[in-house]
């Protein structure tokens, strides 16, 4: 009887612990502007500068993309397109379902299970592009972004998000080199957040989305120096100007759209 009373509150300790820090983190992570980490806009060479060549390239040039299978639909051949025609040079590998689960099964076999257990197909659709970055580097695009300029800049960089407005990071553009432990992190700690918060939407955005890779980013942060910081590309060097990296297309984009909407609501 007491040995039962024991573990209940230590259950419930460990449980509270778990959401104190979460929503600490949550909290945090709304006043986090990435100023430290931000990628400015005098440190992008132009388009066609010089500067480019002069710098290092330590991210693997390799483009990753994902999608069901190998039929991309119609409205998104064309910023897929964008992207291979801008990179001849580069590597493209297209995930699909088969080959996603092939590749967990082989080099991430602990995985494997809650890989196949996620409820949602967005859910692995995100950890795939994390398990890719970690193990071979490169730079995940969505299948919605185009390619506006190519991206060897960004590869001077060990590893790189994307802010989002209001606040945290997006999972819909990122790059890196082989084994940078933010990735190594990410990866970690993917079982830990696999769990069920009721809303379809809020289940995924905190278990494999966004905000999932928000939380573990600002977790991240606060224990990072150097070569290990995680940079940070700014809203205006996205996609707003001609000399911005990415376009625009029309698609999956609810992503950015829920974490805007969980934000207002917590803002407000
Ligand atoms: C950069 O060079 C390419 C090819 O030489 C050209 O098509 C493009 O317009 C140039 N871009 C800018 C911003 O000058
Ligand atoms: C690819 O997936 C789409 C969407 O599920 C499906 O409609 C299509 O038939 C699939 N194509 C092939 C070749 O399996």
Redesign the pocket.
Known sequence: MRRGVVLFILVNVLILSFLVRSVFTLLTLLVEDASADAIHRSDIPSPNSSLIESRPQIIPKIIHQTY????IPEHWIEPQQSCINLHPDYEYKLWTNEKSREFIAKEYPWFLETFDGYRYPIQRADAIRYFVLAYYGGTYIDLDDGCQRRLDPLLSYPAWVRRTKPTGISNDAMGAVPQHPFFLRVVESLQAYDKHWFLPYITVMYSTGPLFLSVVWKEYMAESFGMDRVRVLMPDEYNRFSWSFFTHHVGNSWHGADAQLIFWVCQS
Not at 68 to 71: A, D, P, V
């Open positions: 069901i299978n190998e039929s």
